[in-house]
């Protein structure tokens, strides 16, 4: 067994859930696009806590930008690049490693760091891990790209705290 079977199996098993299980995860999926993220920061710096939506609008170009540079040096395929039996639900043309979305949903870890709110800790974990999910279910990225846009989503907050107070 190579090291994409057990990937590309896990993936086809997911898209086996059926039709119904996709606008669930396309709405996941959406919450890691830079779109959503606009979105969320102005909520969040307008109505919640201005100096959170600052941190949150500086970290996330700073994540975006180092996985752009990963992207173009790892040149990783994506599964429906690799296996035709895998479904393209929501085709992205770029390269696959890390996952971007995985990468910058750590943004809700990053909050929830400030917040300081257990229930919120809960909610961040959870939105994520669907967001990885959705894209392993939405074809586009193997489970270890997405696992990797988690670990270095969190390296990059670790990074982020600690230099905090030279950035900000």
């Known amino acids: 067994m190579n090291g994409l079977t057990w990937e590309i199996n896990l993936i086809l098993k997911l898209q086996e859930a059926g039709e119904w299980f996709e ?3 396309a709405f996941f999926t959406w ?30 170009p700073l994540t975006a930008s180092v996985n752009s540079l990963l992207k173009q040096g790892f040149h990783a395929p994506r599964p429906y690049w690799t296996d035709t ?8 043309s770029g390269f696959g490693m890390p996952s971007g979305h995985a990468q910058s949903s750590t943004l809700w870890l990053l909050a929830a760091s400030y917040l300081k709110n257990t229930w919120f800790w809960g909610i961040a974990i959870l939105v994520c891990f669907m967001v990885g999910f959705s894209r392993a279910y939405l074809g586009v990225h193997f ?5 990797t846009g988690w670990l270095l989503g969190i390296v990059l ?12």
């Open 157 to 168: 907050i670790i990074l982020f705290l600690s230099l905090e107070n030279i950035l900000l």
């Open 31 to 60: 919450l890691g696009y830079p779109q959503a993220y606009m979105l969320i920061v102005a909520v969040i710096y307008w109505s919640v806590d201005r100096k959170l939506g600052l941190r949150m609008a500086v970290f996330l």
């Open 23 to 25: 606008p669930v995860m």
């Open 85 to 92: 039996r895998i479904q393209a639900i929501h085709a992205d």
């Open 143 to 147: 489970p270890v790209q997405i696992i």
